[in-house]
């Protein structure tokens, strides 16, 4: 089966053929393969057109109704659009939909929080959480005094006894929870206890799991945290941006930090965006949507496991499998380079207690979202498994044959569920 052209960007073309022709690549590239990164996803067609939209010209310094440029009554009825909507969809008091990205809006946390030199209290990277949960390389952790928890060893399940040791003897003023390689439901209500115990502010950063939790599929961090931290693409499925979320109590020490504190004016394109994924997460298709990017990665996790792969924790409740390859005899980089080469994009990740470095780790990370965003359900799943145990285990005997054949095969796959808002063959 072979997959329709790519449509052609006429303006971008006449303008610079150059970089049209790198947008086509990576549109057929998006389309032939199978992407498991479980931080991507694909956009609707309507958000796709929104950050395209002449929403890019206007600069808008300031907050709705106080603005620091005129000519804003359109944009002070979008950037509304997209707050209301955000309460409502993740059910909170105060939401700021201006932050460019996840990282500045978890800086912007710190910002109203905390004083440099102050404590945090996070997950650590190798154990699943994020640069700017404290750790040392991350402005976080150089501005701040960054104090980790991490994994149980005998279940890689977050060790709560440590979390609560670590907040008594530091008394952080700042405790995160959520991360990027965490494959298990979240306990907000164990954090927020011990955070009260405390008097830390709970930081809930719930970027990769917040489509989830809009759509029922995971417990949401709202009656327990202080402060919600997300991104708006992963598993919302909404443009490249970033929200922050509180109390009402919290209102005006979010939205200083971010603007004037941090950031200058919004994207608005970006905000545009970001109101149309959350009417789209407000669906009840989404609701669907949600659950089944969970059962898909139950599924995945099931046929892994049943293929002889060690997963950590043993498996999956959200969108999110980390697989440790030691027992493979593959390092995690090398399979994800041959993966890629075979049509499967995942990406090469440290696993708890890792002992190899994080340039060159012992795992790769997987997620449904992508897939399922394509339409792909449980019962593909026994498949992309089989691709995934060959595609290791020629990565293993550099035998590039067997990833060429893989490539094809999932082509062919992927061409019978066209990806939303992929504008191939429109």
């Known amino acids: 089966m072979t997959i329709p052209a790519p449509v052609s960007h006429p303006a971008l073309s006449a303008a610079d053929p150059e970089l049209a022709a790198l947008v086509g690549a990576e549109e057929q590239l998006q389309a032939d393969t199978l992407r498991l990164i479980p931080s991507e996803n694909y956009v609707s067609a309507a958000v796709l057109e929104a950050t395209g939209t002449v929403l890019q010209n206007k600069y808008s310094e300031g907050y709705a109704g106080r603005r620091y440029y005129e000519g804003q009554q359109n944009i002070d009825r979008v950037e509304t659009l997209a707050v209301e909507r955000a309460k409502a969809v993740f059910g909170v008091e105060h939401a700021n939909v201006q932050p460019y990205s996840g990282s500045p809006a978890n800086l912007a946390v710190y910002l109203a929080f905390a004083e440099p030199g102050d404590t945090v209290l996070g997950m650590a990277l190798p154990m699943g959480g994020h640069l700017t949960h404290g750790w040392g390389v991350s402005a976080t952790g150089s501005w701040f005094r960054g104090v980790q928890y991490g994994v149980r060893a005998d279940n890689a399940l977050i060790d709560f006894d440590q979390v609560r040791d670590l907040a008594r003897k530091e008394r952080p003023k700042i405790i995160f929870c959520g991360g990027t390689a965490v494959p298990r439901t979240i306990d907000f209500a164990a954090f927020g206890e011990i955070a009260r115990e405390v008097d830390a502010v709970l930081v809930a950063d719930i970027a990769h799991i917040a ?47 971010v603007f004037p504190g941090l950031q200058g004016g919004p994207h608005n394109h970006t905000t545009a965006a970001i109101a149309v994924a959350l009417r789209e997460a407000a669906a009840p298709s989404f609701r669907e949507y949600a659950h089944a990017v969970v059962a ?92 995934i145990d060959r595609g290791v285990a020629a990565a293993a005997k550099g035998d590039e044959e067997t990833l060429a054949a893989i490539r094809t095969e999932v082509a062919e796959l992927m061409a019978a569920y066209p990806a939303p808002g992929l504008p191939i063959g429109a």
């Open 296 to 387: 898909n990665a139950r599924a995945l996790a099931e046929a892994l496991l049943a293929r002889g792969f060690d997963l950590v924790s043993g498996g999956t409740d959200n969108h999110l499998v980390l697989i440790d390859l030691t027992s493979k005899d593959v390092p995690g980089k090398v399979a994800a380079k041959a993966l890629d080469r075979a049509g499967i994009v995942v990406n090469y990740n440290t696993v708890p207690f890792d002992p190899r470095k994080p340039f060159d780790p012992s795992g790769i990370r997987i997620g449904t979202p992508s897939l399922t965003s394509r339409g792909l359900g449980t019962d593909r799943m026994a498949q992309v498994a089989e691709w």
């Open 211 to 257: 489509g989830l939790i809009a759509g029922g599929a995971h417990p949401s961090p709202v009656p327990h945290a202080d402060v919600i931290s997300t991104t708006t693409h992963k598993t919302l499925r909404g443009p490249r941006g970033a929200m922050l979320m509180s109390r009402t109590s919290h209102a005006k020490a979010i939205d200083k930090a």
